[in-house]
């Protein structure tokens, strides 16, 4: 059974920086063909895709409000994913996920937000003074 489980959010001030990790547990990064997906998803807003890291080692960023700001990487001795996130703004107060699927779902933009194999529950990111 593949589990996918997030932490490193919590509250932080307007400029600050934090460190979300996703712990992917049933499934082995190598030797396998997927795509690991970082998404979050405000209160009464759409599903909206962060980033995409690829088996083939190739990291992909969407949307202008987090480029330059946020930076998907994964680890592949540990099994995990990793979102990078600074300069935090308070629009980017959300519950942040992570996602397995297939690797051809990086090479979409938008990045897909509905059609990943699994999901982990989400970790909450609160950015407030």
């Known amino acids: 059974q593949v589990q996918l489980v997030e932490s490193g959010g919590g509250l932080v001030q307007p400029g600050g920086s934090l460190r979300l990790s996703c712990v992917v547990s049933?499934?082995?990064?190598?030797?396998?063909?997927?795509?690991i997906g970082w998404f979050r998803q405000a209160d009464g807003k759409e599903r909206e895709g962060i980033s995409c890291?690829?088996?083939?080692?190739?990291?992909?960023h969407y949307g202008d409000s987090v480029k330059g700001r946020f930076t998907g990487s994964k680890d592949n001795a540990r099994n995990t994913a990793y979102l990078q996130m600074n300069s935090l703004k308070h629009e980017d107060t959300a519950n942040y996920y992570c996602?397995?699927?297939?690797?051809?779902?990086?090479?979409?933009?938008?990045?897909?937000?509905?059609?990943?194999?699994?999901w982990g529950q989400g970790t909450q990111v609160t950015v407030s003074s």
């Open positions: 996602a397995v699927g297939s690797p051809l779902l990086c090479g979409r933009a938008p990045l897909p937000t509905y059609e990943w194999d699994w």
């Open positions: 049933g499934f082995t990064f190598d030797g396998n063909a997927y795509a």
């Open positions: 890291s690829s088996s083939s080692e190739i990291v992909t």
